[in-house]
């Protein structure tokens, strides 16, 4: 079964750092783009971050360029999102996902995991 785990997440004060991780079981990780999401009440669903296994590359949003790397494990088969300088507006529930290529959609991503709750306090 093709399945996404996240975990990691946690309350932490601004400025501090955390490490999502997404453990990818029944396909292989590398044979994909692997993006972070984060929805925060009320607002829409927008891509953080995104691994693409065609070329290696990594995208970002403007938000978070800087501050967060996305990374993967090709032993573990599992994708992190490292979150450093935390901000107060990084606060939202966070979800990997997972399809051919990277996109901006959400839409466009067939592969989802049950989502982890980051919470940074002033």
């Known amino acids: 079964e093709v399945q996404l785990v996240e975990s990691g997440g946690g309350l932490v004060q601004a400025g501090g750092s955390l490490r999502l991780s997404c453990a990818a079981s029944?396909?292989?990780?590398?044979?994909?783009?692997i993006a972070w999401f984060r929805q925060a009440p009320g607002k829409e669903r927008e891509g953080v971050a995104c691994?693409?296994?065609?070329?290696?590359?990594?995208s970002y949003a403007a938000s978070v360029k800087g501050r967060f790397t996305i990374s993967i494990d090709n032993a573990k088969n599992t994708v992190y999102l490292q979150m450093n300088s935390l901000k107060p507006e990084d606060t939202a529930v966070y979800y990997c996902a997972a399809d051919t290529l990277c996109s901006d959609y959400s839409y466009e991503y067939d592969f989802w995991g049950q989502g982890t709750q980051v919470t940074v306090s002033s």
């Open positions: 691994i693409a296994s065609s070329d290696g590359r990594t």
């Open positions: 029944g396909f292989t990780a590398d044979d994909y783009a």
